[in-house]
């Protein structure tokens, strides 16, 4: 069984997609989600610690 | 001037070396506040984009019997397919990044809006990309866009059920732009330097080790040298 069919064994591909409908806004839970990844990635590029950065302030 | 002064080689070699000193277009040093994960999403999304253009040429070597119907082909296509999703995550990660520093400040708006620009070459790329898939996706997808793309007018020029019209904006103009469009804004970040974060005034303690980059800088957010 190939990579492709396990992951789609997964998550249900042959139905209608998901939704979330709020008022007028309406998006598919998979846009929704890349959305949230997007800002869990800025938020995480923000704090997280930059590897290099002590050892450059040493060398001043 | 002698003739050789004048010569457009001669002129057009002194204007690019002084706004592009070699250790300006490949530095050796950035200031120290460019050491955070937020200033790697603009060369994530340069190097997503080095692959959607490698992958589009391999798709182009073998065509759509090849990349819908062998495993290779299927690989290939969703090679081209992940590399997009990545380039534009990364695009708009870094987009946000220059929004909250202000990055256009300092004579930098030009970077910010050949960033726009790419910005929007880009999605006309995707489009034109999902409407040449040659599968029921692209026709439907099509079928979608045609209404909104006639009411506007353009539709007499771009036409989206025009497969060869929209595989050639797919395949040559728009890529093309793409590729322009950074290659322009990643030189006038080379040009301007990177810009100094909201506190690092005059005055502030100089952290840059690189005065080459605020050589051009015009206005109050210059890095003082140490
Ligand atoms: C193909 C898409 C793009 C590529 C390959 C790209 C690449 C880069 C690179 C390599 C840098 C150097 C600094 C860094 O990485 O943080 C940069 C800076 C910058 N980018 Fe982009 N970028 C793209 C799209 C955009 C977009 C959509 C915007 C905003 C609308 C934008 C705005 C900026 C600005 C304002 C800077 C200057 C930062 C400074 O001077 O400190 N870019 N870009």
């Known amino acids: ?60 | 001037m002698s003739d050789v002064e004048r010569q457009w080689t001669t002129r057009l070699r002194r204007r690019a070396v002084a706004a592009l000193p070699p250790d300006k277009l490949l530095p050796d040093t950035q200031p120290s506040y460019v050491a955070s994960w937020i200033y790697v999403f603009g060369v994530t999304t340069m190097s997503a984009l080095a692959v959607v253009i490698a992958s589009g040429c391999l798709l182009a070597l073998r065509g759509p019997q090849w990349w819908h119907t062998s495993s290779v082909g299927h690989f290939v296509n969703s090679l081209h397919l992940w590399s997009v999703e990545i380039f534009f995550f990364a695009m708009v990660v870094h987009l946000w990044g220059k929004y909250f520093m202000a990055a256009w400040r300092g004579g930098r708006s030009l970077t910010w809006v050949t960033g726009v620009v790419t910005f929007l070459t880009s999605v006309g790329a995707a489009f034109t990309g999902y409407v040449s898939q040659t599968n029921f996706d692209s026709q439907w997808i099509s079928t979608q866009a045609k209404d909104g793309i006639n009411a506007t007018g353009a539709g007499a020029y771009f036409n989206v059920l025009n497969t060869g019209q929209m595989l050639m904006w797919h395949i040559v103009l728009l890529p093309l732009a793409a590729v322009l469009l950074t290659a322009i804004h990643v030189l006038l970040v080379r040009v301007k330097g990177v810009v100094p974060p909201f506190d690092e005034r005059a005055g502030a303690p100089a952290v840059t080790n690189h005065d080459a980059n605020d050589a051009n800088d015009t206005n109050d957010e210059k890095v003082v040298d140490a």
Request: glycine residues 6%.
């Open chain 1, 1 to 60: 069984m190939s990579f492709g069919n396990v992951v789609g064994a997964l998550v249900p591909l042959n139905t209608l997609g998901r939704y979330v409908h709020w008022h007028f806004i309406q998006i598919s839970v998979a846009n929704l989600i890349v959305i949230a990844l997007m800002v869990l990635t800025f938020v995480v590029a923000l704090v997280a610690p930059f590897p290099g950065r002590r050892r450059r302030r040493e060398n001043r």
